[in-house]
């Protein structure tokens, strides 16, 4: 099978998202954008175009794509479009003449390339949406295991395995809400011309018997037809205006939309590695699996590995599609030609690549709830100073005050071998009289300091992830 030729293919993307971006894919749907402009100029009436060229045009389509022929043709024209051309017109010789009828090379690279934006968001929109899926029942699965919370990776106030994994479903959410977004929104070029104007095409429909008026509105009722035969919706399926190409600020949009992707999962991988240097979260380890040549007992999380490096590629990308847009030179500069033939494939084959490696480290994640208890334990009398500053504030404390004398006791007990952090605050004066055991030692989510955690997660599962669910029973059917 022909496939986009990458390094990133071997060991991450789909099998599907290197066919979307393949070379033959490509040229799959010059041919068929070639075709549908013609059928649209024939059913205007445009003279030149006769039944017979669309029928011949029609049984082309069915040819295979002779690609070293138009690697021929390309070595001496030096054009791949018109290389292209060509090798199309081989097939449907009475036709060859009509081929490309008043159309720019972006007519053909442009729409082209916004279809296969439009796969590619469509596979990448499912797979984020499953993923969310899996990691919020992985979140419901956990929602009351408390561990220690980790500000600036050092110990905070306690969370909840659950809690934690909602919140990383939860930025990937944020994350599909704009691809969803960019996706509704996405353009075709349409019907343009060399710097958009449609001046060729208006000179096509010129004729003694049309009006000027009668002329423009043929244009774009052309510029509307191909748009539709591609399934966008006429008018609002096409941009309005744009130069030689469509406007590259809307490949920088998405492609920041792609990046984010890459932002999020190497955060959610981030965390997982420093959880497995801490015991309490473990990739899937096979049976034969080797961690180290050196270090025969060593578990590296190497998906989560992976992910951080693909993530490092992708993440640029947004900034060099924002170059892109930047210097477009007018009506057009072509070297933004080969910066897009790097960008576009690499950018949506990464993001795939990160997500179904993502799916791999939760289907296999492992929750090693001895080490997160014992870790928590280790810290939870320091963790309790809040709930104990809480505490006084409420029996008439100075807040200001009292913070400092606990962190001074805080301070005494870290050096101590057998530090007892709560005794030694109930003897402040603030606590005379008060049962500071008794208060502080309450029912156990009261003593694990989890807050509302369990609730938010049984909350995000009811506004995010049951939705989705919903919606992909509903497209599965």
């Not at 053909?108 to 796969?119: H, K, P």
């Not at 003593?447 to 009811?462: K, P, R, S």
């Amino acid at each position: 099978m022909d496939t986009y030729q990458s390094p990133l293919i071997t060991r991450s993307a789909s099998a599907h998202m290197a066919r979307i971006w393949s070379q033959n894919h490509k040229f799959e749907l010059w041919r068929k954008l070639w075709y549908e402009l013609a059928k649209a100029q024939y059913g205007l009436e445009l003279p030149p175009i006769t039944v017979e060229h669309l029928a011949a045009l029609e049984k082309a389509l069915e040819e295979p794509i002779d690609l070293e022929l138009a690697a021929e043709f390309e070595k001496e024209m030096h054009h791949d479009v018109m290389a292209h051309i060509a090798e199309f017109g081989t097939h449907a010789p009475i036709a060859k003449g009509i081929i490309h009828l008043g159309a720019t090379s972006q007519f053909v690279v442009d729409n082209a390339d916004t279809l296969r934006i439009r796969e590619s968001l469509n596979l990448i929109i499912s797979k984020l949406t499953n993923l969310i899926i899996k990691i919020g029942d992985f979140a419901q699965q956990h929602k009351a295991i408390a561990t220690l919370g980790l500000t600036h990776f050092q110990p905070a106030q306690p969370t909840t395995v659950g809690k934690r994994a909602a919140s990383w479903a939860y930025d990937l959410h944020l994350v599909l809400e704009q691809l969803i977004h960019n996706h509704k929104h996405l353009r075709m070029r349409g019907v343009k011309g060399a710097t958009g104007t449609q001046a060729s095409f208006l000179e096509l429909f010129d004729s003694p018997d049309t009006t000027r008026d009668q002329a423009t509105m043929k244009v774009r009722i052309l510029d509307e037809m191909v748009t539709r035969a591609f399934g966008f919706q006429g008018s609002k399926g096409h941009y309005h205006i744009t130069g030689q190409t469509y406007p590259r600020i809307s490949d920088a949009i998405i492609t920041s939309s792609l990046a984010a992707i890459g932002a999020v999962c190497q955060k959610i991988a981030t965390d997982i590695r420093l959880l497995a240097g801490k015991k309490e979260l473990m990739e899937g380890f096979d049976s034969k699996q080797v961690g180290s040549s050196a270090m025969p007992y060593k578990k590296n999380p190497l998906y989560c590995e992976r992910i951080c490096g693909l993530a490092k590629f992708l993440i640029p990308m947004a900034s060099t599609s924002m170059t892109v847009a930047a210097e477009q030179w007018l009506e057009r500069s072509l070297d933004d030609s080969s910066a897009r033939r790097l960008l576009l494939p690499e950018s949506y084959l990464t993001a795939d690549g990160i997500i179904d490696t993502m799916h791999r480290v939760f289907d296999g994640l492992v929750v090693n709830e001895v080490a997160i208890s014992s870790n928590l334990s280790h810290e939870i009398e320091f963790l309790m100073t809040e709930k104990v500053l809480m505490i006084g504030v409420k029996h008439g404390a100075n807040r200001q005050e009292l913070h400092e004398k606990i962190k001074q006791c805080t301070l005494k007990c870290r050096e101590k071998l057998n530090p007892s952090l709560l005794y030694d605050v109930s003897l402040l004066p603030e606590f005379e009289g008060i049962d500071l055991g008794a208060e502080v030692m309450g029912p156990a989510s009261d003593f694990h300091l989890i807050g509302l955690a369990v609730e938010q997660v049984d909350h995000f599962i009811e506004s995010i992830i049951a939705p989705l669910k919903a919606q992909q029973t509903e497209s599965d059917h």
